[in-house]
């Protein structure tokens, strides 16, 4: 049966309900070595397709695979992916994994593209950056139809889920918890900002900062062409990361997010930074892993904000909007069965998308074997109508049973 196919589908997912968010930091692949990296694990392991989804708070892998996804299979998997993390690490990873499996996957993809599993329920950004994983993975030759159509009805399931409830009203996204967290602190508009990384989440938050007033920036980036985008944007001045090392402006408040797998701001590069000033200065480090090493907040007078510190308060934030959790729970029930009912026809077209040439091959050797001789006594006038009538049986003869199979598997499954 049609369904039976979907529990090829599997996800794994290391999320901050089992692990701190640091830890799960290290999980995380950047985005230029998705296909290097994801590729020979699918060919090794015969995944059919994979996607990997990486936030601040969660790293998933979701794939198609015909043989059975057991615990040890899982743990290869991960073995294979991450030769680079110490095995006792590996192991307590691959035991305390959450493992969806069939229509629990497809209800989970949902759950966390509509924001009710996300660290900060109503949390709008994971449904742009659902989207663009897929988009990441597809461009690697990492996923194929399954996928495909999931991502897409989930997508479209989590903008109903934000249009439909209040969800996401009062914002608490990583960027606004910051922010208040800015304004508490009283930082004045003229403070002076270094921007670390001019990703999507250091984006978001630059906007941020310059619609409430600030003016100050300059914006450090690996590729030099993005700083430049955002400091333009900002009205700030743009720099190459490395560039960093030599920077001698000072700073107030200095906001990190990169993709980096290492701390980017080390004990030696902030005291550069500080050029002398013994002030008080405030770091928002919103990567995963944290670019700031941990040792600089215990030699220097420091506010720190990071996703851990974020994560802890985010539970306040969970009693506010928990009264549309009952809303979106409906929707998400009908999306799962609307998901099965498009899952089921899509079989049916890839298990039908031969029948059409066959029907033409079938009118082909009437026309040209069969009845040749027939066909060709006819007049010109007669042959014409022939073909009409031809024709007319071909498109109606594939639409039919096309129609007719897709409504026995729906109805029946």
Do not use: W
Request: one cysteine or more; aromatic letters at 6%; a negative charge.
């Amino acid at each position: 049966m049609a369904l039976e196919e979907l529990n090829r589908l599997n996800t794994l997912a290391f999320t901050h309900r089992v692990f701190d968010v640091a830890r799960i930091g290290a999980l995380h692949i950047e985005p230029e070595k998705l296909s290097s990296r994801l590729n020979p694990v699918k060919e090794k392991f015969g995944l059919e397709e994979l996607m990997m989804l990486s936030t601040c708070n969660r790293v998933e892998f979701s794939f198609l695979h015909h043989g059975p996804t057991t615990p040890d299979f899982n743990k290869a998997l991960l073995q294979e992916l991450y030769t680079e993390i110490d095995a006792a690490e590996l192991r307590e990873f691959a035991e305390k994994l959450e493992h969806y499996h069939g229509n629990q996957a497809v209800e989970h993809a949902m759950s966390v593209a509509s924001s009710v599993d996300s660290m900060i329920i109503g949390e709008r950004e994971i449904i742009t950056q659902t989207r663009q994983a897929y988009e990441r993975c597809a461009a690697a030759g990492l996923t194929g139809d399954v996928l495909r159509i999931l991502n897409r009805h989930v997508i479209q399931t989590a903008k109903k889920v934000y249009t439909e409830t209040s969800i996401s009203t009062k914002p608490v996204s990583v960027v606004s918890l910051a922010y208040h967290h800015l304004k508490r602190l009283q930082i004045p508009l003229d403070a002076r900002f270094l921007i670390i990384g001019a990703g999507a989440t250091n984006t978001t938050m630059g906007r941020f900062l310059k619609k409430h007033g600030f003016r100050n920036f300059a914006v450090f980036n690996r590729t030099f062409s993005k700083a430049e985008l955002l400091a333009s944007e900002l009205g700030g001045k743009a720099h190459e990361l490395s560039a960093l090392a030599n920077y001698t402006q000072g700073f107030d408040v200095i906001i990190s997010c990169t993709g980096a797998e290492h701390h980017v701001i080390t004990p030696a590069l902030y005291r550069h930074l500080l050029q002398g000033d013994s002030q008080r200065k405030t770091v928002i480090d919103i990567a995963i892993p944290q670019d700031l090493d941990p040792s600089i907040v215990d030699q220097y007078p420091i506010k720190h904000i990071s996703v851990s510190y974020l994560q802890r308060i985010s539970n306040e934030n969970l009693q506010e909007r928990s009264k549309e959790l009952a809303h979106v729970a409906e929707i998400l029930r009908e999306a799962q069965q609307e998901f099965e009912e498009i899952f089921q026809i899509r079989q049916v077209e890839l298990a039908m998308r031969s029948v059409p040439e066959q029907i033409k091959r079938i009118k082909s050797d009437a026309l040209n074997e069969v009845f040749k001789e027939d066909v060709d006594a006819l007049d010109p006038q007669s042959r014409e109508v022939l073909d009409k009538v031809l024709g007319y049986m071909e498109k109606k003869y594939i639409a039919g049973p096309m129609k007719l199979a897709k409504e026995i598997m729906v109805k029946h499954g």
